[in-house]
């Protein structure tokens, strides 16, 4: 369990280094003060995981760094129950120049391991990294995803109470990374905690129970994941200064220079949002100009029941520039062969400028309608989505009783 009450951190930033020796002589400040954290309150309980996005610089690692150790915050209290690890930036804590068993030995040691839990879990420690005979050379060999195999394995392998990733996972292939994830959900499902950092938005929906999205240092939501995620977007739209002298649109957010007005959405054959898998969809959009716009683009993302991703396009990608007048609607559609797996989906719109909405965002709206996949069409598939793979030989024979 974590409890984390009203944490403050800031940090003196010098112009150059001798003003560091000018402020010790003359004892006066040659500094100015930047402060990476206000205020932050949270708790976490005994098997919940909690993502924490944000922009660079919104203060992430900053607390994840006090949740640690590593640094003391100004203000503010720190509770945590049992043993803590965690992954921070990728060699923390590893000597270059031992080898990888010597370094699951000393970092061991460092995060709260004893010498007889070492030998007792080094093997398994050293089968799950997968390093093989690596593991008997210097750790300076080695890429960063072995460093990181090696530093997941050990952080694990501790028995934490709590654990804390920070961006490490983004390294490495990804057949590591699946099996890190599969070894992070039976851990939750043991009762540990996890405080889980990164970039990656589906996999902050995927493995949390809520997250945490942090700005200029303040924490401004604790909500579930999908929501968290899309206020992170809408972060990261407001880099635009245009935003800020906007009217906020009936739905979403933008600059509202370009509106969406309607949507429509429905099946070639069934003509309602109940389709079948294989079925041609249609969505219809009319698109309103409130301003000259030269160059627009439009985008769609399909996302299943759990808020993840699943297909993305818009008209940058696909080659079709777009413009608008004034005054004027267009009428735009996109068809969409809905080889998706049965279940239900929401369309996530969006209109900005070039290839994404850090740009110029006109107009981003969130779960802007809603379908299901019912049933398929032809070949019965498993997984999310339809390939339409073929089997192909040159000497392929039936076989009958």
Request: aromatic share 8%; glycine share 10%.
């Amino acid at each position: 369990m974590i409890e984390v009450q009203g944490i403050a951190k800031s940090f003196k930033l010098y112009k150059k280094p001798s003003d560091r020796l000018k402020e010790i002589v003359l004892r006066r400040p040659f500094h100015d003060r930047y402060t990476a954290l206000h205020d932050i309150n949270f708790a976490a309980a005994n098997g919940e995981a909690i993502g924490i996005i944000g922009r660079n610089g919104a203060g992430k690692s900053t607390l994840l760094k006090i949740l640690t150790g590593v640094i003391l915050p100004d203000r503010g209290s720190v509770k945590i129950d049992g043993k803590l690890t965690g992954l921070l930036e990728l060699g923390t804590g590893f000597d270059l120049n031992l080898t990888g068993l010597q370094n699951i030995e000393v970092n061991g040691l460092l995060i709260g391991m004893t010498p007889e839990e070492i030998s007792r879990k080094k093997e398994a420690i050293i089968e799950f990294s997968e390093l093989g005979r690596f593991i008997e050379e210097p750790l300076r060999t080695y890429s960063s995803g072995m460093v990181m195999r090696l530093a997941f394995s050990i952080s694990i392998h501790a028995d934490p109470e709590v654990f804390v990733v920070d961006e490490a996972l983004a390294v490495g292939d990804a057949h590591f990374q699946q099996k890190c994830m599969r070894k992070i959900k039976e851990y939750k499902a043991s009762g540990g905690t996890m405080l889980f950092v990164s970039h990656d938005s589906n996999a902050v929906k995927v493995l949390c129970d809520r997250a945490l999205v942090l700005k200029e240092g303040h924490l401004i939501a604790d909500t579930e994941p999908e929501q968290a995620v899309n206020i992170y977007n809408r972060l990261l739209a407001e880099d635009d200064d245009l935003f800020s002298h906007a009217t906020e649109p009936e739905d979403g957010y933008g600059t509202q220079e370009v509106l969406i007005d309607k949507v429509e959405l429905y099946g070639q054959n069934s003509n309602t949002r109940v389709v079948s898998s294989g079925e041609k969809v249609m969505l219809d959009l009319s698109v309103k100009g409130l301003k000259d716009i030269g160059n627009f683009t439009v985008g769609i993302m399909i996302r299943d029941r759990f808020g993840i991703d699943v297909y993305g396009t818009n008209s940058h990608y696909l080659g079709i520039p777009l413009d608008i007048a004034k005054g004027k609607s267009r009428q735009l559609k996109f068809e969409i062969p809905m080889h998706l797996a049965p279940g239900k989906y929401s369309i996530t719109l969006a209109l900005h400028e070039g290839q994404d909405h850090t740009r110029h965002c006109y107009h981003w709206w969130d779960n802007a309608d809603q379908f299901e996949v019912a049933g398929i069409q032809g070949t019965i598939f498993g997984g999310c989505c339809n390939l339409q793979a073929q089997l192909v030989s040159d000497n392929l024979t039936s076989v009958t009783d």
